[in-house]
């Protein structure tokens, strides 16, 4: 078996990736309900689990920071 504790996540939660951009959680989930902001994937249909991928968390900082 391998030992992944040293690998890092591809994607986070709402929460972690509210911390990781310096926003709200609920920002966040406005965000996904106006369908603007950061692309994230869920897990299944119903009750899915939501994920925001690193690298798109990587692109809407760098976006936000040439438009300020």
């Known amino acids: ?12 939660s709402p929460k972690e990736a509210a911390q990781y951009l310096g926003l709200s ?7 996904r ?5 950061i692309n994230y994937v869920k897990n299944g ?15 809407f900082l760098s976006n936000t920071k040439k438009t300020i």
Do not use: F
């Open 1 to 12: 078996m391998k030992d992944v504790t040293n690998i890092e996540k591809a994607a986070l």
């Open 25 to 31: 959680v609920p920002t966040l989930k406005r965000m």
């Open 33 to 37: 309900s106006q369908g603007v902001g």
């Open 45 to 59: 249909k119903k009750n899915s689990r939501i994920l925001y991928p690193i690298k798109e968390l990587d692109k």
